[in-house]
């Protein structure tokens, strides 16, 4: 079985661009996280979807990201316009909850902002 | 406000000892314990995880220990190798049911085992 997908994996781009960042979770999962990895910061939750509904965005760092998950095979996490500070490997991960609560991580997508 | 604290950044051990790696938390609330395996330009990957109803786990050669006492979890890795060579999450959640799966993670150890 495949596992989550992430796409593009690298991605440079200018200050003040539109980013759009993609996720396909394992099939079958219900749960979809988004988490953003620094030096400083450690991994650290964004938002969480349930049943395609964001449960949980309080992580999300200010109006210039959004989250969506217009159905159970697909999200995007969006910076507009992005910053240098939102450099950093940004990961999607999901779980299936009548399976338990571990999650499965994608390989992440390396965002370097210029 | 670090919930989840793994305070030794790295660790080196030779092949074939143990490898003990800390993590300590301070949410008393928590009641699920993960660890995450990450290699270098990868996704974490699930390793092992406990729950608070026990005190220990073990997976081959990983064994998770928990202290509810002290809020402390370990990693014992016995004997290392050096495709361990990688950072290692601690990870918790207050939720071992229902819909909150948020899991909190430490900021992760660096673990270098040499041949």
């Known amino acids: 079985d495949a596992g989550v997908i992430q796409s593009p994996r690298h991605e440079v781009t200018e200050m003040g661009q539109e980013v759009t960042l993609r996720c396909k979770p394992i099939s079958g999962h219900n749960s979809l996280f988004w988490y953003r990895q620094t030096m400083m910061r450690g991994l650290e939750l964004l938002i969480y979807f349930n049943n395609n509904v964001p449960i949980d965005d309080s992580g999300m760092p200010e109006d210039r990201f959004s989250a969506k998950m217009p159905n159970a095979s697909f999200s995007t996490l969006k910076i507009q316009p992005s910053e240098p500070r939102d450099s950093a490997v940004y990961f999607c991960?999901?779980?299936?909850?009548?399976?338990?609560?571990?999650?499965?991580f994608g390989p992440g997508t390396r965002l370097t902002v210029l | 406000d670090q919930q989840v604290k793994q305070n030794s950044p790295s660790l080196s051990v030779q092949e074939g000892r143990i490898s003990i790696l800390n993590c300590d938390y301070t949410?008393?609330?928590?009641?699920?314990f993960l660890w995450y395996k990450k290699y270098p330009a990868e996704g974490p990957t699930f390793l092992i995880s406990i729950s608070s109803i026990k005190d220990k786990n073990e997976d081959g050669r990983f064994t998770v220990f928990l202290n509810k006492s002290a809020k402390h979890l370990s990693l014992h890795i016995v004997p290392s190798q050096p495709g361990d060579s990688a950072v290692y999450f601690c990870a918790a959640s207050g939720s071992s049911g229902g819909s909150n799966y948020k899991l909190t993670f430490g900021k992760g150890t660096l673990l270098t085992v040499n041949p």
């Open positions: 991960a999901s779980t299936n909850g009548l399976a338990g609560i571990t999650q499965y």
């Open positions: 949410n008393s609330m928590f009641d699920y």
